[in-house]
């Protein structure tokens, strides 16, 4: 097999001094480019009081995102991404979109911060937020353990972190085989897919290594419904169906449309061009 992509992502949250700024920021790093989506957040509200874009590979550029300024960085600020980073293109925001999912996870350790007057009232409002929305939440009366205590320690500067990676091989058959892994501050995934010389998906395997209960795991059962779907039909949607929708685990659901994603990079930009680029 021959490796003809990479792609990895780094998101972190993070704080210099007790009670002060958010840092959150996701930089990407692949065949393709190496660029940066960089927030700092007031952590009792969560609002954006900086944004910024960079872009690593020559040129070499940096955007300030004003428009992000006051926008809070929580669940419902996809429509405020979409407008404010129209100009820069679908990929800016997904990154913008990664590092805002990053500060959601961190909220675990400044809930106090946030208002709630304990880690088990957090963890209740969670389990309503959330509810039916993953393998986890749509299972509560199952689980062995609440969020509060899966996450029962604390965290003051470097509050949460999340690694991905997605390599794609080309197979002596030219089908493809696409390795791609999850690993944050609370869960592990890891994906493995063979695609045939049509881009049909053939054979599907996944694990979640880390997760907050049992339960979570099951969620991988699911992948057999993959085989013989063709990538071209394998948008977001769809994935989220195949993979069992609301009983299903988000990161799973990720992973896997990472995968078509590097796919579709590896098959619309060419190899070639990918592997000799600058």
Known sequence: MLNVLQRHWFTTVYRETPGGLLKAKTVYCGTDGEMGAILKVVPETLEITDACWEHYSPP?????????????????????????????????????????????????????????ASLADYSSYWEKMYANSCRYYSNLDRVGKTWGEYVHFT?????????????????????????????????EVS????????????????????????VCREATKYLHRLPGQAVNDLN???????????????????????????????????????NTKA
């Open 191 to 214: 994906v493995d897919l063979t695609l045939n010389q049509h881009l049909e998906v053939i054979e599907a395997q996944g694990k979640l290594l880390r997760a907050p209960d049992d």
């Open 236 to 274: 977001k949607k769809h994935i989220v169906n195949l993979l069992g929708q609301g009983n299903g685990c988000v990161h799973l659901i990720d992973v896997v449309h990472d995968a078509m994603e590097s796919i579709k990079i590896v098959m619309y930009k060419g190899v070639e061009k990918l």
């Open 155 to 187: 965290r003051s500067s470097n509050l949460f972190n999340r690694f991905k990676s997605q390599l794609v091989y080309q197979c002596p058959d030219n089908g493809y085989r696409i390795s791609g892994q999850l690993s944050d501050s609370f869960h």
């Open 60 to 116: 070499v550029t940096k955007i300030d995102i004003n428009e992000l300024i006051g926008v809070e960085a929580y669940l419902n600020s996809g429509p405020a991404l979409k407008e404010a980073l129209k100009d820069l293109g679908d990929f800016p925001r997904l990154l913008f979109a990664e590092t805002v999912r990053g500060v959601i996870q961190a909220e675990t350790f400044i809930w106090e911060e946030r208002g709630f």
